[in-house]
């Protein structure tokens, strides 16, 4: 996971990390995300990639998002 830099964003957007995330499991690659946890690089996070519940998290109205960070993952048992 890293900074995915972005010049310009939606005005819904403003003041939120872009990252690139490495997804783990069947469905490896990288996916972009909004990141509302703060996670850093090499954290295991949660990704939610359903746009009508990204928004209501965000709380912003109609912002162009489809997947956010919204958990940092502490353990994963079995």
């Known amino acids: 996971m890293g900074p ?3 010049n310009v964003k939606h ?3 403003a003041g939120l990390k ?3 995330v ?3 499991g069947k469905g490896r690659g990288v ?3 909004w990141d509302l946890v703060d996670a ?3 954290d295991r996070v949660l ?3 359903e746009g009508g519940a990204a928004v209501r998290l965000l709380g912003r109205g109609a ?3 489809r997947t956010v960070l919204v958990a940092n993952v502490e353990r994963v048992d079995g």
């Open 4 to 6: 995915a830099p972005s």
């Open 11 to 13: 005005p819904a957007l």
């Open 18 to 20: 872009l990252v690139f």
């Open 22 to 24: 490495k997804r783990e």
């Open 31 to 33: 996916v972009v995300a």
């Open 40 to 42: 850093g690089r090499g």
């Open 47 to 49: 990704v939610m990639r």
């Open 63 to 65: 912002a162009p998002v």
